[in-house]
């Protein structure tokens, strides 16, 4: 009786549901054992501080009680891998892009001298860096209860621009999940964490090249990195560390 008196309301004045987002896509980890490869793979080792201890070993890997687990760890010996440490990490490069809406990621951090999770976003077609730019939805360091929220351009390190402001910082829970966001308008950038609105970076008039590349497609990238020259230096005794996924959802605004 009461829904059809509001069916009648709505036929009489004509109701209209409020805009806002829809979930169009998520990723719940909900298969034990398996990482779904039409949408995700291992990223490979490179020569940045990010990437360098980089690894395909499953033991770097995992997926259980609905969570992907990231792995950094002393190498226990991999064959021919002579590196100190080694870190695992995953991508949706040239499988799943994301442009105009909103991603949402929740994950526990895990704690260690020279642990350096992070959540970001690089250019889905392929553009000389930086400029195509670099959204980063999340970095943190060591056991830190702040997490860090970036842009890269550009305009930000060739012409090294500093307004609008590129970046900020802002308190989690570091023994706890929180939920890290960023929404893709046009126009503007709006971060997140725990759903309150930590920084916004717009679109702006300007004479100068590359302010806002960040109006095209993206892939998202999930990685536990160990050391380098922003982290410093990796403490063994702290290791392994782990990173606990619970999702990753992405929204439209309807």
Request: hydrophobic content about 35%; charged content about 25%; proline content about 6%.
């Amino acid at each position: 009786m009461k829904k059809a008196l509001i069916l009648l309301v709505c036929a009489l004045f004509s109701c209209r549901q409020e805009p806002g987002w829809k979930l169009v896509w998520e990723e719940h980890f909900d298969k034990d054992g398996i990482l779904d490869e039409a949408i995700w793979s291992k990223i490979p080792r490179g020569r940045s501080d990010w990437n360098r201890h980089m690894s395909d070993a499953d033991l770097l890997y995992d997926v259980k009680n609905s969570n992907l687990i990231l792995r950094g760890m002393v190498n226990p010996g991999l064959p021919g891998d002579t590196l100190p440490f080694v870190t695992g990490g995953v991508y949706t490069k040239d499988k799943k892009p994301f442009r105009h809406g909103k991603i949402e990621i929740s994950a526990k951090l895990g704690n260690a001298q020279g642990a350096w999770p992070a959540f970001w976003l690089l250019p889905f077609d392929t553009i000389r860096y930086p400029h195509g730019g670099e959204i980063d939805i999340m970095e943190r360091l060591n056991d830190e209860s702040i997490a860090y929220q970036t842009v890269h351009s550009g305009y930000t390190i060739n012409l090294q621009q500093r307004e609008p402001k590129k970046g900020t910082t802002a308190p989690i829970r570091k023994d706890d999940y929180n939920v890290y966001g960023v929404a893709l308008y046009p126009d503007s950038l709006v971060f997140s964490i725990n759903g309150e609105r930590t920084m916004n970076y717009p679109r702006i008039e300007t004479d100068l090249e590359g302010q806002f590349p960040f109006d095209r497609a993206f892939y998202l990238m999930l990685d536990m990195q160990l050391g380098g020259s922003w982290v410093g230096e990796v403490d063994a005794k702290q290791l392994p560390v782990e990173m606990h996924i619970d999702w990753v959802r992405f929204y439209e605004w309807k």
